[in-house]
């Protein structure tokens, strides 16, 4: 056992560390921030939609609340793990004379970025666009599925 | 601005029977106005447009939507950011709109409303001979 000399403030140098990391694992997770290293593309955006994300024995499934997008203006992209979805939902014609009284949608450019688990089917992945909802639906490879194995006693 | 005035507290005995005991959020809206009537647009992500209900009573409107909750229990949510739930809001209405003559639209989970005001709030140019 060797004696450490008592350094206060390192506790101190630990704790802002700890608090860094945590907030950019979340923006991270959250598609709040880019990985650093591509940052040959900044993304610049106005709103995040809000998702939930599912998970059953055979997919993953991805729901993004999109009211009023238009269908054409949604892209989704995948690569190395990471599912993209970025998009702009159109501000409705601004007419002439006319006065705002409540305005609580957000309008303008979205995007979310979620990493995934590398055992899903990248090439089955499917979306579908419904009553202003996104449900991107990603099946998990063979590997990921729980199995059931007998196992036998003697 | 006190033309429509949004009602926060709902009394439970204006709500459809069926969304009675569930919970329920109030959609986001903007509201806007031109010379000719008031609009309101909602957003009511995931309804479907037999599941929209729109209540005039005396001087309040009511948007009610409801929201086909997923059947499958099976899924097990790793991030949820959407509160669960039905819509559910009410607006005061001012003397000025026309009751009768109530438009709405439903597409891509957004709830038009165009609320004509009456002919004799609009504002019109008297002629000098």
């Known amino acids: ?154 | 601005m006190n033309e429509i005035k949004s009602k926060e507290t709902v009394e439970k005995k204006s709500l459809i029977d069926e969304i009675q005991n569930q919970p329920y959020k109030a959609p986001l809206v903007n509201i806007t106005e031109d010379e000719n009537s008031f609009f309101i647009i909602a957003d009511l992500p995931g309804v479907r447009k037999d599941n929209v209900e729109l209540k005039i009573e005396e001087n309040s409107l009511s948007i009610i939507g409801k929201v086909d909750f997923d059947k499958n229990a099976k899924s097990k949510f790793i991030l949820r950011e959407k509160r669960t739930g039905n819509y559910l809001r009410s607006f005061k209405l001012g003397d000025s709109i026309d009751q009768e003559k109530i438009e709405a639209t439903l597409e891509n989970g957004q709830l038009l409303l165009m609320l004509p005001k009456k002919e004799s709030v609009k504002p019109r140019s008297i002629e000098i001979n």
Request: overall charge positive; aromatic content about 10%; charged content about 40%.
């Open chain 1, 1 to 154: 056992m060797t004696l450490v000399k008592c350094n206060p403030r390192r506790e101190l140098f630990n704790f802002d560390r700890e608090f860094n990391r945590f907030f950019r694992d979340f923006n991270r997770n959250f598609g709040m921030l880019r990985n650093e290293d591509d940052s040959s593309e900044v993304v610049e955006f106005n709103w995040s939609p809000l998702s939930d994300i599912l998970e059953n024995d055979d997919n993953f499934q991805i729901k993004l609340d999109l009211p009023g997008v238009d269908k054409k203006d949604v892209k989704i992209s995948y690569s190395e793990g990471k599912i993209e979805i970025r998009g702009e939902r159109k501000n409705e014609s601004k007419v002439e004379g006319e006065k705002y009284h409540r305005v609580e949608r957000s309008h303008g450019k979205f995007f979310r970025s979620f990493n995934l688990p590398s055992e899903v089917k990248e090439d089955k992945i499917k979306a579908d666009f419904k009553n202003g909802q996104l449900n991107v639906v990603i099946p998990k490879s063979e590997k990921a599925k729980p199995r059931m194995i007998d196992v036998k006693v003697n």
